[in-house]
């Protein structure tokens, strides 16, 4: 079974310039996440998707990031326009919709796409 | 709200001993899951072990243990009998509830080194 890939791994952009990551979740799962992690800092939630709807934005840090789930398949990430802060690891992860007798849902975590704004 | 803390930014361990990586956190939500992720230099974030709240027993997976004591609010992992490929990043996180469909609290993490 794939596990969930981040596309693409490093990107290099100009302040102004505008940036779009994705994210292909393990087939199946509904829960999509993705979170950030600034140099030095902890890795903070930005957002979760439930199929294609948006259950939680409350993580991301302003309008110029926007997030989709396109038919509750993979997602993507845009920062338009891209600031300096905007620099860190991008990590989606995914899991399964709530599973009767499951202790817990397994978030499953992709490599990260690391974004270096210049 | 919800917050982790990771008090140690670097550990050393000699391989083959065992080390305790230590984790606090604060919530006032009765139902809460804690989790330790392991984060090699290849960059993926691999899932340790789960403890819930509510749980009676601290989880042990393999070599990993989660010396869980509620009344401090910490989640300490113990690694058992250390290899070098422990040698990592190690993230402990939170949620709120059980279910695992909520989102993760992090804390900043610990760099293990294994020391052959």
């Known amino acids: 079974e794939a596990g969930v890939t981040q596309f693409p791994s490093h990107s290099v952009i100009e302040k102004g310039q505008t940036v779009t990551l994705r994210c292909d979740p393990i087939s199946g799962h509904d829960n999509l996440y993705w979170y950030r992690r600034v140099m030095g800092k902890e890795i903070k939630f930005l957002l979760h998707f439930v199929k294609e709807s948006k259950q939680d934005e409350s993580g991301m840090p302003n309008n110029r990031f926007l997030a989709e789930r396109t038919g509750g398949t993979y997602s993507t990430l845009k920062v338009q326009p891209a600031e300096l802060e905007d620099s860190g690891v991008y990590f989606c992860?995914?899991?399964?919709?709530?599973?009767?007798?499951?202790?817990?849902?397994?978030?499953?975590f992709g490599p990260g796409t690391r974004l270096t704004v210049l | 709200a919800q917050k982790i803390t990771q008090t140690q930014p670097g550990m050393f361990v000699q391989e083959k001993e065992a080390v305790t990586l230590d984790c606090t956190y604060d919530t006032s939500d009765p139902s809460y899951g804690l989790f330790w992720y392991k984060q090699p230099s290849s960059g993926e974030m691999i899932f340790l072990i789960y403890?819930?709240?509510?749980?009676?027993q601290n989880a042990t997976e393999g070599r990993y243990s989660l010396n869980f004591q509620k009344a401090r609010k910490s989640a300490n992992l113990v690694i058992s009998a250390s290899q070098l490929g422990d040698s990592a990043m190690y993230f402990c996180a939170m949620t709120r509830g059980q279910t695992g469909a909520n989102n993760l609290f992090f804390g900043t993490g610990t760099r293990l080194t294994v020391i052959p």
């Open positions: 403890q819930g709240s509510y749980d009676q």
């Open positions: 992860a995914s899991s399964q919709g709530r599973v009767a007798g499951v202790k817990h849902n397994e978030q499953f």
